[in-house]
T-cell receptor
Framework: GIQVEQSPPDLILQEGANSTLRCNFSDSVNNLQWFHQNPWGQLINLFYIPSGTKQNGRLSATTVATERYSLLYISSSQTTDSGVYFCAVEGASGGYNKLIFGAGTRLAVHP | GAGVSQTPSNKVTEKGKYVELRCDPISGHTALYWYRQSLGQGPEFLIYFQGTGAADDSGLPNDRFFAVRPEGSVSTLKIQRTERGDSAVYLC???????????FGPGTRLTVL
């Protein structure tokens, strides 16, 4: 099945710093979502982005489907950005309608 | 409107017992999914419903796990003869159709003693 790899696995930032999280996937996808899992375990939708670029406040994301990767940019990070960021994809061939998650990037933002 | 809700938020049971976990999807969403998340890992797919029928149950680990969605809205995940390895957070998600954005509930944390 499709493989999803996220990097880096762990990231420590000072408040105000910028960062880029990467998601590589091994096959064509019909859907790609970025989530933030907060310390209480809730998965919060950040972007639904099977291709192209989107921005929402301090966050933006770009998916280059032909090269099988997506990037999540966090600018001017805040302590509330701490948590785990997951990339999840729905494969285009077989096994669609299920999200396959990466292992996540654990982000800690210190004041 | 209201998001996906799940009950109970926490469930502690003893090995060998039967448990039921409930999911209320976003109103009008026809697709419903169950996932399981173990500590330190990403969620893993269990089962997908489109309407009342289970369209894909390939993620259920064994025949102790079963899920229903009799009226195409609320779903119940049922686990028989629970084992300590079943301890995890069980997440439910819904979407307004296949290949659409999925929205997750807060999860049920299951602990099997």
């Amino acid at each position: 099945g499709i493989q999803v790899e996220q990097s880096p696995p762990d990231l420590i930032l000072q408040e105000g710093a910028n960062s880029t999280l990467r998601c590589n996937f091994s096959d064509s996808v019909n859907n790609l979502q970025w989530f933030h899992q907060n310390p209480w375990g809730q998965l919060i939708n950040l972007f639904y982005i099977p291709s192209g670029t989107k921005q929402n406040g301090r966050l933006s994301a770009t998916t280059v489907a032909t090269e099988r990767y997506s990037l999540l940019y966090i600018s001017s990070s805040q302590t509330t950005d701490s948590g785990v960021y997951f990339c999840a994809v729905e494969g285009a061939s077989g096994g669609y309608n299920k999200l396959i998650f990466g292992a996540g990037t654990r982000l800690a933002v210190h004041p | 409107g209201a998001g996906v809700s799940q009950t109970p938020s926490n469930k502690v049971t003893e090995k060998g017992k039967y448990v039921e976990l409930r999911c209320d999807p976003i109103s009008g969403h026809t697709a419903l999914y169950w996932y399981r998340q173990s500590l330190g890992q990403g969620p893993e797919f269990l089962i997908y419903f489109q309407g009342t029928g289970a369209a894909d149950d390939s993620g259920l680990p064994n025949d102790r796990f079963f899920a229903v969605r009799p009226e195409g809205s609320v779903s119940t995940l049922k686990i028989q003869r629970t084992e300590r390895g079943d301890s995890a957070v069980y997440l439910c998600a819904s979407s307004d159709g296949p290949l659409s954005e999925q929205f997750f509930g807060p999860g049920t944390r299951l602990t099997v003693l």
